[in-house]
Nanobody, 127 residues
Framework: QVQLVESGGGLVQAGGSLRLSCAAS????????MGWFRQAPGKEREFVAS???????????EYADSAKGRFAISRDNAKNTLYLEMNSLKPEDTAVYYC?????????????????WGQGIQVTVFS
């Protein structure tokens, strides 16, 4: 199982930006499918973005409609770290954000496909 530790959350005013980081264990991080999910108070956890490789260091990203145009997922394989750059933040982005990993290189946004999860980190956007 992959160990994941998120960082970078906090309190930000609406319209502001935050960058979340997720440090991962494992020798083959570059092949993992990685994802970000979030859970707002009283709601189910939902997909935010995923990032996967089709080989030869070519990666694809997929986003939830709520994240398109505002969030960007990326990774630094040399640092075994996944990022989520969040811009133009809205109060409705307030949630606990989770990093997730699948050791199978698949294109997915399904929670069930991710076998490893971080502990989550709080992001609060105030207006």
């Amino acid at each position: 199982q992959v160990q994941l530790v998120e960082s970078g959350g906090g309190l930000v005013q609406a319209g502001g930006s935050l960058r979340l980081s997720c440090a991962a264990s494992g020798r083959t991080f570059s092949t993992y499918t990685m994802g970000w999910f979030r859970q707002a108070p009283g709601k189910e956890r939902e997909f935010v973005a995923s990032h996967w490789s089709i080989g030869r260091s070519v990666y694809y990203a997929e986003y939830a409609d709520s994240a398109k145009g505002r969030f960007a997922i990326s990774r630094d394989n040399a640092k075994n770290t996944l990022y989520l750059e969040m811009n133009s933040l809205k109060p409705e982005d307030t949630a606990v954000y989770y990093c997730a990993a699948s050791e199978s290189p698949i294109a997915t946004r399904k929670e069930a496909d991710f076998g490893s999860w971080g502990q989550g980190i709080q992001v609060t956007v105030f207006s």
